[in-house]
């Protein structure tokens, strides 16, 4: 689900601009509930995403905002010049789930959120591991203009 303000050309035009920096993060965190032939999967944790994206939002002047309502996780990224927005939603599973649980739904959303939207790119090794497949990874550079 997305909505919009009335004009999104600010917005979407700044947005491309993070993009377009081809920003990677780094897999600092274990996966202590998933390890194969003894080795723990990684991945970047909402700290490394945030402390890459972050600064790139700021340049910009666009703020990324997660509230929950209800069932739903918003991400609204926010172009403080101009006042147009976007926002999208995912829907949590609540039921039977405990405080810990929710709160690790929404982290898990957010990562995935603003990785997804922003094109963050990073070494998928999830399924390499399961399969013993080891590949190498260069690390992008992004382009200065």
């Known amino acids: 689900m997305i909505e919009t303000s009335e004009q999104t050309t600010n917005v979407w035009s700044k947005v491309f601009k993070?993009?377009?920096?081809?920003?990677?993060?780094?897999?600092?965190?274990?996966?202590?509930?998933?390890?194969?032939?003894?080795?723990t999967s990684r991945y970047a944790d909402i700290n490394s995403i945030l402390s890459v994206v972050t600064p790139e939002l700021n340049a910009v002047k666009l703020v990324t905002v997660f509230m929950l309502?209800?069932?739903?996780?918003?991400?609204?990224?926010?172009?403080i010049e101009s006042g147009e927005w976007l926002r999208?939603?995912?829907?949590?599973?609540?039921?039977?789930?405990?405080?810990?649980q929710i709160?690790?739904?929404?982290?898990?959303?957010r990562r995935?959120?603003?990785?997804?939207?922003?094109?963050l790119q990073a070494e998928d090794d999830?399924?390499?591991?399961?399969?013993?497949?080891?590949?190498?990874?260069?690390?992008?550079?992004?382009?200065?203009?």
């Open 18 to 39: 993070v993009q377009e920096k081809e920003l990677s993060v780094v897999k600092t965190a274990a996966n202590a509930a998933f390890k194969q032939n003894g080795k």
């Open 69 to 79: 309502t209800g069932d739903k996780l918003f991400m609204q990224v926010t172009d």
């Open 88 to 100: 999208f939603a995912c829907q949590l599973n609540l039921t039977g789930q405990t405080a810990q």
């Open 103 to 109: 709160g690790s739904q929404i982290t898990y959303y």
């Open 112 to 119: 995935y959120m603003l990785n997804g939207f922003f094109n």
């Open 126 to 145: 999830d399924g390499n591991l399961t399969s013993g497949v080891t590949q190498t990874y260069q690390t992008a550079t992004p382009v200065t203009k």
